[in-house]
């Protein structure tokens, strides 16, 4: 049989127990610090509340903040490297030299700009998707630490995760290809792309979908998810195909060494010193057609200059042509006529 006074202790002390159980929940904390001190639990529940709640809150904000900072300080590192690309020692000549490149202020890499717009992009891209993540998983750590459940915020966010996978597959398609696009570098902002419903010259480039403006000034917007090939005739280098057309009677041996010729003044010529990169070739006898017989001079040039490059080799050629005595190809046209004698015999009489 126990003593009254025993009872009254154990009784105390379980009273005391339950006391600092209700008044601090989360197990070792400011508040069982504070009612170990005092042994008061309303003190110890209101400095939880006034010390405790806020200092861990505040932690969590700190923390997000750190993780974030070193996050993008991983980013553009990564970034760096990826401008500095992973080219070969020899290259191409570059837009380099010449009034016409210094004019248009060509005189570095020709891939050095795309590959430091990419990854400015991909940076860019990274650095957002990395501060939604943290930003989110600070917000639910915050709920929790007020109390509050996070399991049906989780659970809601699956389930809504679910659902806009399901009803919004064109705009995840669309987001996904816009990704790949950027990271692969299948074009990117002032290239002259076709993308088979619409060509032109790239004016936007977003996640969802590509601005173009074509030669006529239309601008296309195309989804990206929609773009199953694209064809970008601006990068790295482009070539000028220039087919010249003569007639039967001409001398091939002269019209290649004329032609010959015509393309190296260009590629010697100041002003396309930097737009030509390689030295011309003449390959030669391209098809034997109705009209004449068509042969075929190429050009290596700098990107986005074949065509400035294709209309003064024209000008040249023709020139150059006139003074040689060498006649481009016309088509043929034979206008028959019947005359009126034989028309008049091929009539039939009244006799017959």
Known sequence: MSH???????????????????????????????????????????????????????????????????????????T????????????????????????????????????????????????????????T???????????Y???????????IGVALGFGSQTLVKDFLSGIFMIFEDQYGVGDVVDLGEASGTVEAVSLRVTRLRDVNGTVWYVRNGE?????????????TVLDVTVGYTEDLV??????????????DDEDFKGLIVEPPEVWGVESLGVDGIVVRVTLKTAPLEQWAVARAMRERVKVRFENEGINLAVAQRVIWQESAASAASAEPTEDA
């Open 80 to 135: 760096r490297r990826a401008e500095t690309g992973m080219l070969p020692d020899r290259v191409s000549r570059a837009i380099t030299g010449g009034r016409m490149g210094a004019a248009l202020n060509l005189t570095e890499d020709p891939g050095a700009t795309r590959r430091v717009q990419r990854a400015a992009t991909m940076g860019s891209l990274l650095k957002s998707i990395v501060s939604g993540v943290v930003f």
């Open 149 to 159: 459940d996070i399991a049906p915020l989780i659970a809601s966010a699956g389930i």
């Open 137 to 147: 998983v600070v917000a639910l750590m915050f709920i929790s630490e007020l109390g």
């Open 254 to 267: 002269k019209v290649r060494r004329v032609l010959d010729e015509v393309a190296h003044d260009l590629w």
């Open 4 to 78: 009254p006074l025993t009872t009254t202790i154990i009784a105390a002390a379980e009273s005391s127990g339950s006391t600092t159980t209700s008044a601090c929940e989360d197990g070792e904390n400011i508040c069982h610090w504070v009612f170990e001190q005092t042994g008061d639990s309303r003190l110890a529940e209101v400095a939880d509340w006034v010390v405790g709640k806020p200092s861990a809150l505040v932690g969590l904000v700190v923390i997000g903040l750190l993780v974030r900072w070193l996050l993008h300080r991983l980013i553009d590192r990564v």
């Open 227 to 239: 773009i199953l090939r694209v064809g970008n005739m601006s990068q790295n280098w482009a070539r």
